[in-house]
């Protein structure tokens, strides 16, 4: 195992700036999770990772070692692609051994490690099957059992479960998370599938356009959005923002909004006037009864069984709710809702950096 340490990395195809200047730790160990927007270079930083990408400025370390100039090989990672990348002519056993066969290791070595590979990753029907004959998560396990094989310090993973439907994934994703608790190896996985993110990493690094945006814990970043971007990518549903103009007065603050509708404003920064986004998840949003909370029209409500999530309009905004309990709103219903303003966001219009928790 081996810490992977990008320091001040950059990445130019030609005079367009790719990745700018990212700075990130990987712990020994740990399960990191570059999430972000298609587009934002987090596949490209993990290539660079591999040495798949020459890297234009900055420097990468895996196990103390900058490795800028060391060829794939020469690196001691493993990777598994978003489409596999199994030789289609070889068995599962031989796809499986075939980075050890041509590191000249001998075959009772090779024959061991993929015994073992194979027990844990449940391979051991499928051996003699070649990839045509193998269903879809059969052949990502395969890929991440021809990557246990080498022992490495480092696992990267590309989107890997992007091929899969949306059952397997769920099934893959924790398959996956316990391989890594088994084998505690340093990994770092690329996804812009924020609950992927949210339910695999230990370490969260939120990209866009090339840059970090936040990392941290995938609560932490959750509960303490650095700005609007992390706020509206991480979570779903997305969390609501409603435009609006902060008021002080002594210590009452409020957030005044478009058709005469006001809520507490969250505790924290921000001056009077001060022209902000009022942010607040769809979980933490209450129904009201009587006169309490804001007059709301239902738009669509759309149950799914564990709970009912329902679109209103609160001046002209739409704003998701989530509830525990079932609801038979109609569309034009008026309903009163109530944020919890303990754990809304207050965001700097013009910046979009947080202002309060």
Known sequence: MAAV???????????????????????DGAFTVLVGPSGCGKSTLLRM?????????????????????????????????????????MTVRDNMSFSLMLARQPKALADERVRKAADILGLNDLLDRFPR??????????????????????????????????????????????????????????????????????????????????????????DHPANQFVAGFIGSPAMNFMPGVLRRSGSDSQVEFPGGVWLPAPGGGGQDGQNVIYGTRPEHIELATGDDGVAAEVVVVEPTGADTQVFTKIGGVEVA?????????????????RPDPGRAHLFDAASGMRLSA
């Open 321 to 337: 709710s989530v509830f525990r309990d079932r609801h038979a709103f109609r569309p034009g219903e008026m309903i009163r809702l």
């Open 5 to 27: 340490e990008i320091r001040k990395v950059e990445k130019y195809f030609g005079t367009t700036p790719i990745i700018r200047g990212v700075d990130i730790d990987m712990e």
């Open 49 to 89: 990772i591999a040495g798949l990408e020459e890297i234009s400025g900055g420097e990468i370390l895996i196990g103390g070692r900058v490795v800028n100039n060391m060829m794939p090989k020469e690196r001691d990672i493993a990777m598994v692609f978003q489409n596999y990348a199994l030789y289609p002519h």
């Open 133 to 222: 004959q193998l269903s879809g998560g059969q052949r990502q396990r395969v890929a991440m059992g021809r990557c246990i094989v080498r022992d490495p310090q480092v696992f990267l993973f590309d989107e890997p479960l992007s091929n899969l439907d949306a059952k397997l994934r769920v099934q893959m994703r924790t398959e996956i998370r316990e391989l890594h608790q088994r084998l505690k190896t340093t990994s770092v996985y690329v996804t812009h599938d924020q609950i992927e993110a949210m339910t695999m990493a230990d370490k969260i690094v939120v990209m866009r356009d090339g840059i970090v945006e936040q990392t941290g814990s995938p609560l932490d970043v959750y």
